[in-house]
């Protein structure tokens, strides 16, 4: 699978961003639909961390503790997209911001470490001022 994310940029604390991902070329008998997605960030000299996603079963959600009533996931299947909307940003969400998805049929929770995701985007930077 090809991710390609977009959205990322720089913005003042307090402000919003829509990250989007776009994908493509999915393993033989697959759509976009059978793809957990998910979204993981990696800020300087910290380990990559799940974010959140959108599961690929019942469509549950996950998010981070941080970002819980700040980031929304939403998923396109037509389109092959997934969003990540970005609201009330602070300086310590500043991060590369990568799209990565796991056809695995497996809960959410079993998907949250980068080992366990099998696609990656190449990220997007995210970078918030104070």
């Known amino acids: 699978v090809l991710l390609v994310e977009s959205g990322g940029g720089s913005v003042q604390g307090g402000g919003s961003q829509r990250l989007s991902c776009v994908a493509s070329v999915f393993t033989a008998g697959y759509s976009f639909d059978d793809y957990t997605i998910c979204w993981f960030r990696q800020a300087p000299e910290k380990e990559r961390e799940a974010v959140s996603c959108i599961s690929n079963i019942d469509g549950s959600t996950f998010y981070e503790t941080s970002v819980k009533g700040r980031f929304t996931i939403s998923r396109n299947g037509v389109a092959s997209r997934a969003f990540l909307q970005m609201n009330n940003l602070k300086p310590e969400d500043t991060a590369i911001y990568y799209c990565?998805?796991?056809?695995?049929?497996?809960?959410?929770?079993?998907?949250?470490?980068?080992?366990?995701?099998?696609?990656w985007g190449k990220g997007t930077w995210v970078t918030v001022s104070s």
């Open positions: 990565a998805a796991s056809y695995k049929s497996a809960p959410i929770a079993s998907l949250l470490k980068a080992d366990d995701i099998e696609y």
